[in-house]
C-alpha cells in the first residue's frame, strides 16, 4: 500500500490492501519536500526526502477504509511485524515508510 501525494495535493490512499510493501509517493522531484511537508502536515511527517512518518490515525481514517474491519485489523498486524525493525515510532504513532518522487503523475 502506498500513500500518495499528487501535485494538485490530493492525498490518496493507493493499492491498499497490499499490506506487504509500504511507501510515500510523491509526485513531482524532491525539490517539493517543502510543499510536501505542509500538504501532509496532518498525514505525515518528512525529516528528510527519503523518510516518512506516516501517522498511524490517519491512515485508520481515509474515508476508503474507516468502516473495513478486515482492513482495520491487517493494518494493526502490518504494525506488529513491523514494530521489532524500529519501523514504528510509539510516540508520534507513526509507520516509517520510504518516499518515492516521482516526475510523472
Known amino acids: 500500500m502506498f500513500v500518495k501525494l499528487a501535485v494538485d495535493g490530493r492525498v490518496t490512499l493507493e493499492d491498499r490492501d497490499n499490506f506487504r510493501a509500504f511507501k510515500l509517493v510523491v509526485e513531482g522531484g524532491p525539490a517539493r519536500l517543502e ?3 505542509r500538504a ?3 498525514t505525515a511527517e518528512l525529516p528528510d526526502e527519503s523518510t516518512a512518518w506516516i501517522f498511524e490515525q490517519a491512515l485508520r481514517q481515509r474515508p ?3 468502516k473495513d474491519a478486515t482492513w482495520q485489523s491487517n493494518l ?3 504494525m506488529e ?3 521489532p525493525h524500529g519501523w514504528i515510532d510509539e510516540q ?3 509507520i516509517k515508510a520510504h518516499v518515492e518522487w516521482t516526475e510523472k503523475p
Open 40 to 42: 501532509l502536515a496532518n
Open 35 to 37: 510543499q510536501a511537508r
Open 92 to 94: 508520534k504513532k507513526a
Open 81 to 83: 511485524k513491523a514494530r
Open 64 to 66: 476508503e477504509v474507516a
Open 76 to 78: 494493526g498486524a502490518m
